[in-house]
């Protein structure tokens, strides 16, 4: 998504060979405009896929996923995080390491939004080492619906959990897929989508 | 706005005499219609206001908050929740108090995200005591930016947040407000807007 990339070449900060950030469009500040058009970008590519809910994890998937959800017609859904977990008996719930934080989350879905028949699209802000993603599909698989893969606004795909994904016949979708962030220089992977 | 207090009538669930539960269409299932509709209600109550930016809170906020932010043109900065903080210096921040979750988080906006020309249209999910929206108007205050004003989704109006802060002359906008959940019955305050 040639946008993104601008706004990301544009906006983006450096901070380290393996930290971008995104916080004046994506993650602190949110620009609205750029969430309609990456919202529709995910509904453009997944129109096919029969999808029923979008499920994100909060805070910084939310509105990426609402704007997809607008788009395709669906409700979303977005799983919380908590240090402990209580009710456990009422929630699909997985465990999520964050290697940027060094910290383990419990995120959780309500068991009452997603059903053994939906068709789910699982769409978050950033792919790096794949946790969140793997935290998200346990729920997924959990309810005993179907996975009809992930959309992720930027990939980090140097630390390879998305292709890691893929080579597990995983759909990933990522509207813009960074290969290196070396001397402070944001490299794009060539996009497989115009 | 009577679509919203329907919707509530219809999907809400009311789990004591002060707890309502949304969370088939607000705070963990969204419905990203209803969403465009209320951030449509928030710009139309504020439009004449020169609303610069809106602040909001993670994570229920967020999505009519970008709403309101796709129609009134301007970015959205959703404050961020933390036990503790750091860099301290790199942010307004403010503590908040929850009385529902018995816990006081720290909130913050990065400095580089509200300046002084700013008007500022706060937005939440809920307003019940006002302590969310109080650690909002002290980040506003601490960037010397104006504050227009507050969108609520729904005010609690029976814990009196929303009617203290009006009688100190903040304008508080509140989709539906409702005056009592007793006997497992929403009431809702008639309504000044149409």
Same mark, same amino acid.
């Given at each position: 998504?040639?946008?993104?990339?601008?706004?990301?070449?544009? #906006?983006?900060?450096?901070?380290?060979?393996?930290?971008?950030?995104? #916080?004046?469009?994506?993650?602190?500040?949110?620009?609205?405009?750029?969430?309609?058009?990456?919202?529709?970008?995910?509904?453009?590519?997944?129109?096919?896929?029969?999808?029923?809910?979008?499920?994100?994890?909060?805070?910084?998937?939310?509105?990426?996923? *609402?704007?997809?959800?607008?788009?395709?017609?669906?409700?979303?859904?977005?799983?919380?995080?908590?240090?402990?977990?209580?009710?456990?008996?009422?929630?699909?719930?997985?465990?999520?390491?964050?290697?940027?934080?060094?910290?383990?989350?419990?995120?959780? *879905?309500?068991?009452?939004?997603?059903?053994?028949?939906?068709?789910?699209?699982?769409?978050?802000?950033?792919?790096?080492?794949?946790?969140?993603?793997?935290?998200?599909?346990?729920?997924?698989?959990?309810?005993?619906?179907?996975?009809?893969?992930?959309?992720?606004?930027?990939?980090?795909?140097?630390?390879?959990?998305?292709?890691?994904?893929?080579?597990?016949?995983?759909?990933?979708?990522?509207?813009?897929?960074?290969?290196?962030?070396? #001397?402070?220089?944001?490299?794009?992977?060539?996009?497989?989508?115009?």
């Amino acid at each position: 998504m040639e946008q993104l990339q601008n706004r990301i070449t544009q #906006d983006g900060k450096v901070l380290s060979n393996t930290v971008l950030q995104v #916080d004046r469009f994506l993650n602190h500040q949110i620009d609205p405009d750029l969430m309609v058009d990456i919202g529709r970008a995910f509904a453009e590519r997944f129109k096919s896929a029969g999808i029923t809910k979008i499920v994100t994890l909060e805070s910084s998937g939310i509105a990426p996923a *609402v704007m997809a959800g607008l788009e395709l017609d669906v409700p979303v859904i977005f799983a919380r995080k908590k240090k402990s977990l209580t009710l456990v008996e009422q929630f699909y719930h997985a465990e999520v390491y964050s290697y940027t934080k060094s910290e383990t989350n419990n995120i959780f *879905v309500s068991k009452a939004f997603i059903e053994a028949d939906d068709v789910v699209l699982l769409i978050d802000d950033f792919l790096a080492n794949g946790q969140a993603a793997k935290g998200l599909m346990q729920i997924v698989e959990q309810a005993g619906a179907q996975l009809a893969g992930l959309g992720i606004v930027i990939e980090k795909g140097f630390q390879g959990g998305g292709d890691e994904l893929r080579q597990s016949n995983i759909r990933v979708e990522s509207l813009a897929i960074i290969d290196s962030l070396e #001397d402070g220089h944001v490299t794009f992977r060539n996009e497989a989508h115009p």
